[in-house]
């Protein structure tokens, strides 16, 4: 008589039908939290900046700070929607009244003073560094350099520079070739700053490869 089949040992592929592995679910790399702690941090940065002990351009009342540095490097790193959100949260943190601009200054009686263009400009030149750096992001370290350069200057000469000098001119009483004159003074440190942007922003990339692979 044959012997009776082992119950013990169950039938070969029942247990997987049985039971079926359920698929991996793919972790997400960036979360709601993550995004709202870089906006955070790289508003407060850009504070920093501000509040720091600003240089003085004779015959202008408006004075070189590092603000823009700090505009710069949350786009670079942050990418086109963060960078923005962050130069934004920085706007709106200093409109309710904490001193988080230049000189200590906040309220939003800042934003009918002479440097009020550049202030305005600074969600939109976030933006547009952080969208022309993302098409960086795959170049090798030495042309991502020169990419990230070249994508802070164009946000400053595009969009910083021209909507500064024309507020600064309309509330200044100036003229288009005063006006020109006296914003064209900024134009050189505002290139060392992005030099020094698309340098720290290099390294910090190349220290956090995912913030190039998730960067909007």
């Given at each position: 008589?044959?012997?009776?089949?082992?119950?013990?040992?169950?039938?070969?592929?029942?247990?997987?039908?049985?039971?079926?592995?359920?698929?991996?679910?793919?972790?997400?790399?960036s979360?709601?939290?993550?995004?709202?702690?870089?906006?955070?941090?790289?508003?407060?940065?850009?504070?920093?900046?501000?509040?720091?002990?600003?240089?003085?351009?004779?015959?202008?009342?408006?004075?070189?700070?590092?603000?823009?540095?700090?505009?710069?490097?949350?786009?670079?790193v942050?990418g086109?929607?963060?960078?923005?959100?962050?130069a934004?949260?920085?706007?709106?943190?200093?409109?309710?009244?904490?001193?988080?601009?230049?000189?200590?200054?906040?309220?939003?009686?800042?934003?009918?003073?002479?440097s009020?263009?550049?202030?305005?400009?600074?969600?939109?030149?976030?933006?547009?560094a952080?969208?022309?750096?993302?098409r960086?992001?795959?170049?090798?370290?030495?042309?991502?350099?020169?990419?990230?350069f070249?994508?802070?200057?164009?946000?400053?000469?595009?969009?910083?520079?021209?909507?500064?000098?024309?507020?600064m001119?309309w509330?200044?009483?100036?003229?288009?070739?005063?006006?020109?004159?006296?914003g064209?003074?900024?134009?050189?440190g505002?290139?060392?700053?992005?030099?020094?942007?698309?340098?720290?922003?290099?390294?910090?990339?190349?220290?956090?490869?995912?913030?190039?692979?998730?960067?909007?």
């Open positions: 008589m044959p012997d009776a089949p082992d119950s013990s040992i169950p039938a070969l592929g029942l247990g997987a039908a049985a039971h079926p592995v359920a698929p991996a679910v793919p972790v997400a790399r979360s709601a939290a993550t995004d709202v702690a870089l906006v955070a941090t790289f508003a407060a940065f850009i504070a920093v900046c501000a509040i720091l002990p600003a240089i003085p351009v004779p015959g202008s009342a408006v004075p070189i700070t590092l603000q823009t540095f700090g505009v710069m490097l949350a786009g670079l942050l086109a929607r963060r960078g923005a959100l962050a934004l949260l920085y706007l709106a943190v200093g409109a309710a009244g904490l001193p988080v601009f230049s000189g200590g200054a906040g309220g939003v009686g800042v934003f009918a003073g002479l009020a263009g550049y202030l305005l400009a600074f969600p939109l030149a976030a933006a547009l952080g969208y022309l750096a993302t960086a992001g795959g170049l090798r370290p030495s042309v991502r350099y020169v990419a990230l070249a994508s802070a200057t164009a946000a400053s000469l595009l969009l910083i520079h021209p909507i500064g000098i024309a507020v001119g509330r200044g009483g100036l003229s288009v070739s005063e006006a020109l004159v006296a064209s003074r900024y134009i050189p505002d290139l060392i700053k992005n030099l020094l942007a698309a340098l720290v922003a290099s390294a910090v990339l190349r220290a956090f490869p995912d913030m190039v692979r998730r960067r909007p």
